[in-house]
């Protein structure tokens, strides 16, 4: 097992990177803090603990690159179905985190979006939340997108009711709906496509993320659980990346 902290690599050292084929969207699904917690005969929580530093390195990796859009899943429409004990964990790790990092995401120009449904989220998450969406709005170095209490599907279908809604209010003409239209009524429309999806822990599966922006997403899908996930392994997920052959339908 590598014994190199999340946050303690140069990623902008290292040589094999074609910086000038950066992915321009990386999207995670971060995924494995129970198996890790589990592994060390640790509560699930700890595990969600040692996640915040992966998170950490990730996003300092991302800015130290360049790269201009991150989107993290932090917790999807399905997680409701764990114990109260863990969502509730869940929250006050994320409102620690913000509390946390605030001045240094500010500090190093980093916008902060949410994607997902605000209801039903606690009251101090959302607080804690805006305030960061706020006090980040200006900023342009990475986009640093979270998606909580989101769903894919139900972006899919917010989508698809406010069309609706603009198509019986006369806004706009059912011969206007394209795929470009749809796109602007996503959650974040003006985000590139993801070009990147990493799903840690070795399982093969996209859990309803992002659906309609990873349709031509290069998925890689490491085994190192998440709180294991740094820079170092970021930077392997983008190499992989780079050696794919993006075909996009044509051929070669
Ligand atoms: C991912 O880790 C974190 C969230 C879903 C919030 P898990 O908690 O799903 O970890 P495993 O899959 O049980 O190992
Ligand atoms: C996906 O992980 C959700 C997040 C990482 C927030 P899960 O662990 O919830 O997904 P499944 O249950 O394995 O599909
Ligand atoms: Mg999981």
Same mark, same amino acid.
């Given at each position: 097992?590598?014994?190199?902290?999340?946050?303690? &690599?140069?990623?902008?050292?290292?040589? =094999?990177?074609?910086?000038?084929?950066?992915?321009?969207? $990386?999207?995670? !699904?971060?995924?494995?803090?129970?198996?890790?917690?589990? /592994?060390?005969?640790?509560?699930?929580?700890? %595990?969600?603990?040692?996640?915040?530093?992966?998170?950490?390195?990730?996003?300092?990796?991302? =800015?130290? *690159?360049?790269?201009?859009?991150?989107?993290?899943?932090?917790?999807?429409?399905?997680?409701?179905?764990?114990?109260? *004990?863990? #969502?509730?964990?869940?929250?006050?790790? *994320?409102?620690? &985190? !913000?509390?946390?990092?605030?001045?240094?995401?500010?500090?190093?120009?980093? =916008?902060?979006?949410?994607?997902?449904?605000? /209801?039903?989220?606690?009251?101090?998450? *959302?607080?804690?939340?805006? &305030?960061?969406?706020?006090?980040?709005?200006?900023?342009?170095?990475?986009?640093?997108? $979270?998606?909580?209490?989101?769903?894919?599907?139900?972006? !899919?279908?917010?989508?698809?009711?406010?069309?609706?809604?603009?198509?019986?209010?006369?806004?706009?003409?059912?011969?206007?709906?394209?795929?470009?239209?749809?796109?602007?009524?996503?959650?974040?429309?003006?985000?590139?496509? #993801?070009?990147?999806?990493?799903?840690?822990? %070795?399982?093969?599966?996209?859990?309803?993320?992002?659906?309609? @922006? $990873?349709? &031509?997403?290069?998925?890689?899908?490491?085994?190192?659980?998440?709180?294991?996930? %740094?820079?170092?392994?970021?930077?392997?997920? !983008?190499?992989?990346?780079? @050696?794919?052959?993006?075909?996009?339908?044509?051929?070669?």
């Amino acid at each position: 097992m590598r014994t190199i902290s999340p946050t303690e &690599y140069d990623i902008t050292a290292d040589a =094999r990177l074609d910086k000038r084929r950066l992915p321009r969207h $990386i999207a995670i !699904i971060m995924d494995g803090n129970g198996r890790w917690a589990q /592994a060390r005969g640790k509560h699930r929580v700890e %595990g969600h603990e040692a996640g915040a530093r992966s998170v950490r390195a990730v996003i300092e990796g991302c =800015r130290e *690159l360049g790269i201009p859009a991150l989107s993290l899943y932090a917790f999807s429409t399905e997680n409701w179905k764990r114990s109260k *004990l863990e #969502v509730n964990a869940l929250f006050r790790l *994320l409102s620690k &985190y !913000i509390q946390q990092e605030i001045d240094e995401l500010d500090a190093n120009n980093v =916008r902060v979006r949410m994607i997902g449904d605000k /209801a039903g989220l606690p009251q101090r998450t *959302l607080r804690d939340l805006e &305030y960061c969406l706020e006090r980040t709005h200006e900023n342009t170095a990475l986009h640093l997108n $979270i998606a909580i209490n989101y769903g894919g599907r139900a972006e !899919i279908v917010d989508a698809t009711r406010r069309i609706a809604a603009d198509l019986h209010a006369g806004r706009i003409a059912e011969g206007e709906i394209t795929e470009s239209l749809f796109a602007r009524y996503l959650y974040n429309p003006e985000w590139p496509e #993801v070009d990147l999806l990493i799903r840690t822990s %070795g399982e093969m599966r996209v859990s309803n993320f992002m659906l309609w @922006q $990873i349709s &031509y997403a290069e998925i890689v899908v490491p085994e190192t659980l998440w709180p294991d996930f %740094g820079k170092e392994a970021l930077c392997d997920a !983008i190499l992989s990346y780079q @050696q794919r052959d993006r075909r996009f339908g044509g051929r070669t």
